[in-house]
């Protein structure tokens, strides 16, 4: 079993709507969660960055750990044909532990 | 633009050859990482620095790969030999000292014949 399990999808959604994406991990050490948006051939773009259980909201991102149960949501609103990537969950453990564990990552399509 | 910085951005070599691959971080980054990425796959951990030291590396990391921070600038991963398991995204990210965030390069797409 992974560490980060996460539906590589692909996902379809249309313009406009709410999208959910989600990741559960088995690793308790995990403390810091980050979301990265990746385009095809590019390098990861840091998204949202979240420490504490509870949600966390910037322009139409949110993201929300839930560490009692081992589960990370991103929730986009108004998608744009523009958010169209594949989204990466990321964790690490407290000091000393460096290391990012990754999702697989969802392949998600705002269709016009 | 003082992002993370990587050349070549792409490399296609023969089987058996040597490639090497640089990685500029963030100018007040002193913490350096190296990422693995296949097709379809998240980034896979290789090996971190913080200045010039490489502390961690990661058992991906075989004999035939080099990682070296010399001054705690620049970055440079070596391949000896290279499979064609060796093709992947070669990822690097840098992160500043007080933060846990790590900020990524465009990568270097290897390609091995």
């Known amino acids: 079993q992974k560490e980060v399990e996460q539906d590589p999808g692909p996902l379809s959604v249309p313009e406009g709507a709410i999208v959910s994406l989600n990741c559960t991990y088995s690793?308790?050490?995990?403390?810091?969660f980050m979301w990265y948006r990746q385009y095809s051939r590019k390098g990861p773009e840091l998204l949202m960055y979240t420490y504490s259980s509870g949600n966390k909201e910037d322009g139409r991102f949110t993201a929300q750990v839930d560490k009692s149960s081992k589960y990370i949501s991103l929730f986009i609103r108004d998608s744009q044909p523009s958010d169209s990537a594949t989204y990466l969950c990321?964790?690490?453990?407290?000091?000393?532990?460096?290391?990012?564990?990754f999702g697989t990552g969802t392949r998600l399509t705002i269709i016009p | 633009d003082t992002g993370v910085s990587q050349n070549p951005r792409h490399k296609i070599t023969k089987r058996g050859q040597n490639v090497t691959f640089r990685c500029d971080p963030i100018?007040?980054?002193?913490?350096l990482y190296w990422y693995r990425q296949t097709l379809g796959q998240g980034p896979e951990f290789l090996t971190y620095f913080q200045n010039e030291a490489q502390l961690e590396k990661s058992r991906l990391l075989s004999d035939r790969f080099s990682a070296e921070r010399p001054k705690g600038s620049f970055s440079t991963l070596e391949i000896q030999r290279t499979e064609q398991g060796d093709s992947a995204m070669y990822l690097c990210a840098s992160s500043p000292p007080s933060g846990r965030t790590q900020y990524f390069g465009p990568g270097t797409r290897l390609l091995v014949l």
């Open positions: 100018s007040e980054h002193n913490r």
């Open positions: 690793n308790s050490a995990f403390q810091y």
């Open positions: 990321a964790m690490v453990g407290g000091f000393g532990n460096e290391k990012l564990t």
